[in-house]
Nanobody, 123 residues
Framework: QVQLVESGGGLVQAGGSLRLSCAASSRTFTSYTMGWFRQAPGKEREFVAAISAGGYRTRYADSVKGRFTMFRDNAKNTVYLQMNNLKPEDTASYYC????????????????WGQGTQVTVSS
């Protein structure tokens, strides 16, 4: 079992930055691929980013490439999503996810999910 707790959401103006954190409660954190997803009101949940267990492979949605960076600190059982140059269309609830398979996370069907943190970008 993996429990995930997100933090760091909030209200920011367009062009601003936020860093989301996701703390995982698992003794085998280093064996999990981690991902970030988001869901805006009235829209389906979408993939944002994923990072492999060792941190050597990352994938990003086209909509966030060049603006968002995902990284992990395995010593702290935590992953981060650094979001720069935020746009109003980035407004959504952001969810952390985990699975032992990279492709499972990338395809949007990981086994473990956090409760989410709200990000609101004003224009």
């Amino acid at each position: 079992q993996v429990q995930l707790v997100e933090s760091g959401g909030g209200l920011v103006q367009a062009g601003g930055s936020l860093r989301l954190s996701c703390a995982a409660s698992s003794r085998t954190f280093t064996s999990y691929t981690m991902g970030w997803f988001r869901q805006a009101p009235g829209k389906e949940r979408e993939f944002v980013a994923a990072i492999s267990a060792g941190g050597y492979r990352t994938r990003y949605a086209d909509s966030v490439k060049g603006r968002f960076t995902m990284f992990r600190d395995n010593a702290k059982n935590t992953v981060y999503l650094q979001m720069n140059n935020l746009k109003p269309e980035d407004t959504a609830s952001y969810y952390c996810a985990a699975d032992q398979l990279f492709d499972t996370v990338r395809q949007g069907t990981p086994n473990y999910w956090g409760q989410g943190t709200q990000v609101t970008v004003s224009s």
